[in-house]
C-alpha cells in the first residue's frame, strides 16, 4: 500500500472515530492488495472509435467487457477470506470454507465476478445466499479485489478520455453508476465511479441518476455537527448522493476512503425514504 494512503488511514480515524473498526479492516485488505500484480494489456480501440463513442454518450467499455486480470483478483479474494478466517469473527467459519472452496474450484471465483460485474443481484444473492455472507459483504470484497486491476485500466486509458467533454451522469470509462461526489475547492461538483473509481465534473444542481434539474425537488441534507458532509437526493427518481465538501477540509481523502467512513449518511438517507 503507498506510504500516503497508510497516513490517511490514520487521519481518517481520528476525523471520524465511529469508523475505526471499518478502516482498520481496510487497512488490511489494502495490505493485502499489494501484493497483486495484475497483467493488463494495452488498450488497442481505435482512437476514433472512442471519440465517437465519448460523442454519442457511450462508455469506453462495459463492466463485463474490462479487461480485468481475473486471475489476480481470484488470488487477492482468497487472500481476503484467508486473513478473515484468522479473525475472531462470527463469521469465521464461513470464510474458513470459503477460502477453501476458491482454492480447490477456480469457477467459484469466476460465478461471482460475473454477478458482479453484470450487477446481477438475484446471482449475488445465490451465491452470499451459498457462501453463508451478507451479499453487501461479498460485494464490497470482490470489488476490492478488482481494485489492482481496475487502477492499471484507469491509468492506461487516460490518455484515449476527454473528461472535460463528458456530461452523463455514468462513468465514462465503464459506464457505472457514481457512488459518491465531491466539491472542489472552487466548488465544482465532481462524480466519482462505484467500480473503476474514475472522476469526473457534473453540474451541481442535476441528479446524475435521471438528470432531473428542477430545483424544488432537488435538495440536500447534512450531519448535526459534521462539517463538509452532505447528501444530496432528487425526490423525482428517489436517489440520494453522499458528497464531500473538500473546501471544508485542509487535505484530500480517497473517496473509497470517505465511503467507508460515512456509512451512517446511507442510513440517515434510507430513513428518509431514499434509495
Ligand atoms: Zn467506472
Ligand atoms: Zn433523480
Known amino acids: 500500500m503507498i506510504e500516503g494512503l497508510k497516513d490517511q488511514i490514520s487521519r481518517m480515524m481520528l476525523q471520524r472515530p465511529h469508523s475505526r473498526e471499518l478502516l482498520a479492516s481496510y487497512e488490511a485488505l489494502l495490505g ?28 469506453l467499455f462495459s463492466r463485463e467487457d474490462l479487461p480485468i486480470d481475473l486471475d489476480s483478483a481470484s488470488k487477492a479474494l482468497r487472500w481476503f477470506f484467508l486473513h478473515l478466517s484468522g479473525k475472531q469473527d462470527r463469521l469465521e467459519k464461513a470464510f474458513n470454507e470459503i477460502s477453501r472452496r476458491l482454492q480447490e474450484d477456480e469457477n467459484l471465483a469466476e460465478q461471482l465476478y460475473s454477478a458482479v460485474l453484470a450487477r446481477d443481484m438475484a446471482a449475488l444473492q445465490e451465491i452470499a445466499k451459498q457462501w453463508g455472507l451478507p451479499s453487501s459483504m461479498l460485494y464490497f470484497l470482490a470489488i476490492t479485489s478488482l481494485k489492482p486491476s481496475l487502477s492499471v485500466i484507469r491509468e492506461k486509458c487516460r490518455p484515449l478520455l476527454s473528461m472535460e467533454d463528458w456530461e452523463q451522469g455514468y462513468c465514462p470509462l465503464c459506464g457505472s453508476e457514481p457512488y459518491m461526489a465531491y466539491f472542489d475547492k472552487k466548488g465544482k461538483r465532481h462524480l466519482h465511479c ?18 432531473n434539474e428542477d430545483q424544488d ?32 477540509f485542509e487535505k484530500e481523502t480517497p ?14 438517507a434510507e430513513e428518509e425514504g431514499f434509495k
Open 32 to 59: 493485502i492488495l499489494q501484493g497483486v500484480k495484475p497483467s493488463i494489456p494495452d488498450p488497442t480501440i481505435d482512437s476514433k472509435i472512442v471519440e465517437m463513442k465519448q460523442k454519442e454518450g457511450f462508455p
Open 217 to 248: 425537488t432537488l435538495g440536500y441534507f447534512e450531519p448535526e455537527e459534521e462539517e463538509g458532509l452532505r447528501v444530496y437526493f432528487c425526490k423525482r427518481c428517489v436517489r440520494y448522493i453522499k458528497t464531500i465538501d473538500r473546501r471544508a
Open 194 to 211: 462505484e467500480l473503476c473509481g474514475t472522476e469526473w465534473a457534473y453540474p451541481r444542481v442535476k441528479c446524475p441518476f435521471c438528470q
Open 255 to 268: 473517496m473509497d476512503l470517505e465511503y467507508l467512513a460515512t456509512l451512517h449518511l446511507d442510513i440517515l
